[in-house]
Structure formats: C-alpha cells, structure tokens
C-alpha cells in the first residue's frame, strides 16, 4: 500500500506512515501537545523548595535492581540536588552492561543526551535515546541503538516507564535544555553504589567493570556536580575538580567507601549473584498489577516472578554473639578457672622481695628473673591484689644497663 500511494503524501506524511503514526485530523495537534505539556505544578514547587528551577540543568540516575530513575537539579549553590524519584515499569535483561545489539540489556554507564535525541514522535509516548552505545561501549565492540527511555511498560532493552510518568520525565529534560543545557548526563547503574552492595556482588563477573562505575558514583556524590568522564585504555577515567576543596572531597570519600568494603568483607558478610529471567520492575507497579489494575502493555510478564533472585556464592559468617555480662562476670569470679592466673600473681608477688632492682646493685636478666621464676613456682609469695597490682616489663636499654627491669 506504501508504494502505491507515495506519489500522493509529502514524504514527512510517508515518514508518518512508516512509522505508523496517525494522519488523522488532530493527531499531530495531539502529539504536540503531550510533548509540549508543561512540568507538573507539584513537581515545580518541589523544585522551587530545593532551590532550583524548571531551566537549571539536569540529571539523571538509574538504577536497575532497585527499578528507580532519580531527577536531579543544579541548585543555586551550583551543586546538584535530588528532586524526585520515578519507579520504573520495566527494563530486560541481567544486571551488567549492554554488550550487543539484540541482547535485551538495559545498558549500564554515563550517558549524555542532547536536544536531538528527545523524541516527540515516539511509538512509545515520549522518549529520548539514552546515548548508547557511547565511548567505553564501543571500545568493547558495543553494537545497538535506540536505547531509549520511553512510555507504556514493555522493555526490549529500555527504561519502559508508562506514559505518563515519561510525560513528566520528558517535560523535566525538555525545560532544562531549553534554558540552555546543551546534553545532560544519564548515569545508569546495576543497583545503588553502596558499599554493602559491593561486598555482596564482590565475586559477580562484572565487579571490575562496577568498580569503575562507583568511582563515578562516589564522585558525583562528593562534589555534587556532573561527572566529567572520558574513555582510557577501555576504562572509564574521570576528570578532577577542578576545585582543590572538591577533589579532596573525592578522596576522603573513595578512601572510606573502600574501608566499608574491606570492613564489610572482613566481617563475613554473603556474597550473592543477582539473576533475572529478563529484567525487573519496581515494587510499586507490581502492586498495582497485584490489585487488577492494568498497566497496558507488558513485556514478558511471566518473567518477573523470577525477577531479582539471589544465589548465594559465599555465605555469610556468622560473627560470634556477645557474652551476657552474668556470664563473664562468672569467668573472672575469684577461684573460677579463668580469674587472675596464680601463676603470675605469685611471681608479681615474689618480685616485690626481691632487692630494689633500681638500686646501685646490679640486677641483670640473667641473675634476677630466674630466681623469680623459681621463687613463683615454689608457691611463695603473698596476694598482690592487697596492695595492688604491680605490672613490670623487661627493657633492654644499651645506652644504660643491658636487661634491667623497668616499671611499665
């Protein structure tokens, strides 16, 4: 039917058809007004509350496990600042980055989208291309396009959002690039970047490449600023502030974020591997589909009741329960196998009748310890703890008198 009426439609009117856009009266009046649909009231005085406005820059973050897309804003302190969350209907895949076309994973990285990537005319509502394939994925022979983040709630690779959260979502992008923002950054990551989310993905095959992706993270959260990045040797490498003040930030954080690491490792803590049968989606719509209500199209539904399942690798070690203080109280008792050892206190004791070691006499090792040592055994000497407890370490001081005793 397409070739035997292209002679008679403009070639936007054919475009249209191909992409199986309406030409009904009206219907461009309609998509027009969905993508010019301004920021919601609430929305907006949530903004003027953190200090920031509908033309400031903006940015995003994703996060796959925990199925959220988070709004950030420039205040006027020049700092970003959280302004909302939006839960995501549906994405595919596994955890871990995009590595082909056709594969279904929703891509993991830093992304950038400029005004040309909004999409008006989407089949899905509204959407715009998330920017992939970007530097690092193509130096890792990254194939596919059209990652987009879209409405209704049905993923092939996307963040699939339903229509209208996109609406608000894609208004947010629009206004800020209008008052001036030439791309904002799309920050997309397996889960949040804890350092207890690390530990627990320690032995997952992606590790190396998420550790980069949290220096990112750890970065933006330090200075509150978009995350310069380039591509390095196929890593992601990451501009320094350019404020002194800013990059020590970074590294109090990166340092501390890897103490809670090893501290967490260290201390039993399970690691796990997060397997999907194709994606996931964030407990809000779940709840609703669980009511009856009907979130239109939904790709592979069956699928996400195995969504999110945890097999243990390494599991945790249990760190011993503290001792009740009745009980080691009951250990340290006088006359309980575990009290002050008789063995010392008998040599603290005896010690005290040995002539003054610091007198001018001379007291060596080797002619005053071991008669300690025998006095001990014998079984003399009197209870310490009636005069106190005397504590005596050996010093071997060359500059005076070699292996004389010294009070501690």
């Known amino acids: 039917m397409l070739p035997a009426i292209a002679g008679q439609l403009s070639r936007g009117a054919i475009l249209a058809v191909a992409l199986g856009v309406s030409l009904l009266p009206g219907a461009a009046g309609a998509q027009n007004a969905k993508a010019e649909a301004p920021i919601p009231a609430a929305t907006l005085s949530l903004m003027a509350s953190k200090g920031t406005s509908a ?22 302190g020049g700092r970003f600042v959280h302004v909302k969350t939006f839960p995501i209907c549906r ?12 594969d279904r994973q929703t891509p993991e990285g830093f992304y950038s ?32 396009s059209a990652v987009m983040v879209h409405g209704v ?55 190396a490449f998420w550790r980069q992706l949290k220096e990112g993270s750890d970065r933006f959260e330090a200075t509150g600023e978009e995350v310069q990045v380039t591509v390095e040797a196929g890593r992601y490498a990451f501009t320094p502030a350019k404020e002194p003040a800013k990059e020590r930030a970074v590294a109090i954080r990166r340092a ?68 009740p203080e009745a009980i080691w109280a009951g250990w340290i008792a006088p006359g309980s196998g575990l009290s002050f050892d008789p063995v010392s206190a008998r040599f ?30 014998a079984g003399q000497g009197s209870d310490p703890a009636a005069r106190g407890e005397a504590h005596w370490a050996y010093a071997a001081d060359p500059a005076t008198q070699p292996g004389r005793l010294a009070q501690r």
């Not at 990537?117 to 194939?143: C, E, I, K």
């Not at 719509?285 to 390494?314: D, F, H, M, N, T």
């Open 55 to 76: 033309s400031a820059p903006v940015l995003f973050r994703a996060y796959k496990k925990e199925s959220e897309i988070e709004v950030w804003k420039k205040a006027a």
């Open 91 to 102: 994405w595919s895949g596994q955890l871990g980055p995009k590595r082909k076309n056709g």
């Open 113 to 144: 989208v400029a005004k040309s990537q909004m999409n008006p005319n989407s089949r899905y509502y509204l959407s715009f291309d998330v920017g992939y394939p970007n530097a690092f994925d193509r130096a890792h022979g990254g194939t596919g």
């Open 153 to 207: 709630c049905s993923s092939m690779g996307c963040f699939a959002m339903t229509d209208q959260v996109v609406g608000e979502i894609y208004a947010i992008a629009r206004d800020a690039l209008a008052g001036g923002q030439a791309a904002f950054q799309f920050q997309s990551y397996p889960f949040r970047m804890t350092a207890a989310n690390m530990a627990r993905h320690r032995t997952d095959p992606n590790i």
């Open 256 to 323: 501390a974020e890897e103490a809670r690491i090893a501290a967490l490792v260290d201390d039993g803590a399970a690691a796990v591997r997060t397997t999907y049968s194709d994606g996931g989606q964030n407990a809000f719509w779940a709840a609703l589909a669980s009511k009856g209500v009907s979130l239109g199209e939904v790709s592979r539904p069956e699928a996400l009741a195995y969504a999110g399942q945890e097999v243990v690798v390494i599991p945790a070690r249990r760190a011993p329960a503290p001792v």
């Open 348 to 377: 603290v004791a005896a010690y005290e009748r040995v002539p003054d070691p610091f007198s001018d006499s001379p007291a060596t090792y080797a002619d005053t310890l071991p008669r300690l040592v025998r006095i001990a055994l």
